[in-house]
């Protein structure tokens, strides 16, 4: 099989646990631009939570952030936004506190949280290298809300609640698990398989010839839409399932491993 452009998710793929960038998996990114294989990255993240990305992997293709609900240049000039209806932002943040959940609310650029001290504020901050905005209540933020993020460390709860979320407001929105303790919510064509055919239309390379890599639930609707698809050591059985090739883990340089292996040397 011909690859001529891998797509990979961002955290538990791309970087390790502890979210750094190894100088395998540069140098791997490297060795695909050196091939001819064009490279693009996909994340649950807000575009500045990817900037840091742009530089040493020499990224020359658009960042779909917020599971490709903004879409960004690597300059971070915006390509397309797909928000959340505003009919239904409340709804949405209701249902996810109604599992008693905490909400984050992305509206634009602004990250919206209600407690600063709340369940992975601090890490999720430290990853995407910027802080928060402290607001009292979420009345009124309506326009404009591009994700949704329901966070609980009960992981069953969180798999539950974006069953519910389904059940609520069926092809209205997208809900899926961008980590374990994460559920996101975003427009219904927000998602990781539309930016594959996002990718697909902007290159003019067939999606059987595009590669994806990820390790979570919400990237198994990229799987679906690409000729290769490759999940992470560290996934559960479900997402390995739905994958054609399963690599070792992200701590285990998983991602460098999967280029070595099923793409350069296919």
């Not at 960042?63 to 609900?69: Q, T, V």
């Not at 239904?88 to 609310?105: C, Q, Y």
């Not at 990229?222 to 000729?227: I, L, P, V």
Request: aromatic share 6%.
């Amino acid at each position: 099989m011909r690859i001529r452009l891998l797509l990979s998710d961002v955290d538990g793929t791309l970087v390790r646990m502890d979210k750094v960038l190894t100088d395998r998996s540069i140098e791997a990114v490297h060795s695909l631009h050196d091939a001819g294989i064009h490279f693009a990255v996909t994340s649950g993240r807000p575009p500045r939570g990817m900037s840091m990305l742009v530089e040493p992997l020499v990224l020359r293709t658009p960042l779909a952030a917020f599971n490709g609900g903004l879409v960004v240049e690597p300059g971070m000039e915006v390509v397309e936004q797909r928000v959340i209806p505003d009919e239904l932002v409340a709804p949405t943040i209701d249902l996810i506190e109604s599992h008693g959940f905490s909400a984050w609310v992305y509206q634009g650029a602004e990250w919206l949280v209600r407690d600063l001290d709340g369940p992975h504020v601090e890490r999720e901050a430290h990853t995407v290298q910027f802080s928060p905005k402290l607001v009292e209540s979420y009345d009124g933020v309506t326009a404009g809300v591009v994700k949704i993020v329901g966070v609980s460390d009960d992981h069953d709860a969180v798999a539950a609640a974006a069953r519910a979320a389904h059940d609520a407001f069926g092809d209205r929105v997208s809900a899926s698990r961008s980590q374990p303790y994460y559920l996101d919510v975003t427009h219904p064509h927000a998602n990781k398989g539309a930016v594959v055919t996002f990718l697909s239309a902007k290159y003019g390379i067939p999606t059987e010839e595009i590669a994806t890599i990820g390790d979570m639930p919400n990237d198994v609707l990229m799987f679906a839409h690409s000729g290769l698809s490759i999940a992470m050591g560290n996934a559960d059985r479900e997402v390995q399932r739905a994958a054609r090739r399963v690599t070792t883990t992200n701590d285990e340089d998983g991602f460098a491993d999967a280029v070595e292996r099923f793409i350069l040397n296919c």
